[in-house]
């Protein structure tokens, strides 16, 4: 099998082949506003209920500061990922755009975050062994607050106070859907140290705030677990979805008589692939005829194709 170049009636030149580089990642969006607003929001928040739990003594309502602390440093690194993205996104440098700033930035803060738990989880046990001194109506006055912005937060980062106009962005957009998920985790945190801090102030039951506080901790490490190895397949470069692995197959077997021998896809950034396909050709189909399309894939940029032309197929062509 060789590769004879097929005979073309047109030749391109080095403009008409040029790609953009800048894997989709060059647009401002609506996610880096809204995640700058709630980061705010969401810092401001947290440091009231640290200083809350700390002077009242309550252990459920630190658990939610330090989620949300984790939170708002997520949240944070996703606002300045989405600026560096696009600051960078024509630089040639990075060979595969800048798309995985986002997902690097998420990794950072999911092992930050769990180093934080860890911490949490050592002086929760603590106070369940040698209780201190609470002040749960205080501290659930502080803990309301906090749960009321969460919900703000979580409407903020949805778009739907945008009436329904930012449901299309969120779908493609797995940083932006990670921070909402990150947010109504800290609702259910904050509901957990209302319930804790609601039963030490009626029964006097201040072993429950702890406990609660325990639980809170688990469900801030299987977050981190979860945030960790996802992001790490997409630094990895772990193969992408099956869908568009499907669609780009079919797509270049609907060029004539086409097989597709081998083909690789990935993520390089938010809702956004590349591919690479080596296939035989048995017409005189060229690499930009495959490229064309591959175009009528949405978020795939910049692929590649090696194409190997059939050797019986060529002198055919030439004897008819």
């Known amino acids: 099998m060789s590769r004879p170049a097929p005979e ?13 580089h800048d894997f989709g990642q060059g647009q401002k969006r609506k996610a880096e506003r809204r995640a700058t607003l709630v980061t705010l929001l969401t810092f401001v928040t947290m440091l009231a209920e640290v200083a809350a739990g700390l002077w009242t003594g309550s252990m459920a309502l630190l658990a939610d500061g330090i989620h949300m602390a984790g939170h708002a440093m997520a949240l ?70 906090g749960l009321v912005v969460n919900l703000v937060s979580a409407v903020l980062l949805t778009g739907k106070h945008e009436h329904g106009h930012g449901h299309g962005e969120h779908e493609h957009d797995s940083n932006l859907g990670a921070a909402v998920a990150h947010v109504m985790a800290d609702v259910v945190t904050s509901v957990a140290a209302i ?24 469900v801030i490490l299987r977050w981190s677990w979860g945030l960790l190895r996802q992001t790490a397949g997409v630094l990895l470069d772990r193969e992408g979805p099956d869908e568009i692995r499907k669609q780009a197959r079919k797509q270049l077997q609907r060029m004539g008589d086409t097989d597709v021998v081998d083909l690789h896809v990935w993520s390089v950034g938010q809702g956004s692939w590349t591919l690479v396909a080596a296939v035989v050709a048995h017409g005189a189909t060229t690499p930009e005829q495959y490229r064309a399309k591959l175009r009528t894939i949405k978020n795939l940029h910049h692929p590649i194709i090696e194409v190997s032309y059939c050797q019986q197929c060529a002198r055919e062509r030439k004897q008819g």
């Open 195 to 218: 319930v804790g801090l609601g039963a030490a102030w009626i029964f006097g039951w201040h072993w429950l705030d702890p406990a609660i506080a325990l639980v809170a901790s688990l």
């Open 8 to 20: 073309s009636e047109h030749c391109h030149t080095a403009d008409q082949l040029e790609h953009p």
């Open 76 to 145: 944070g690194l996703a606002a300045l990922a989405y600026y560096l993205s696009r600051r960078h996104a024509h630089d040639r440098r990075l060979s595969l755009g800048s798309g995985k700033i986002a997902d690097l930035a998420a990794y950072t803060s999911a092992l930050m975050l769990g180093v934080s738990t860890m911490w949490l989880m050592y002086e929760s046990a603590h106070r369940l062994l040698e209780p201190g001194a609470l002040m749960p109506k205080e501290a659930m006055t502080v803990a309301v607050i």
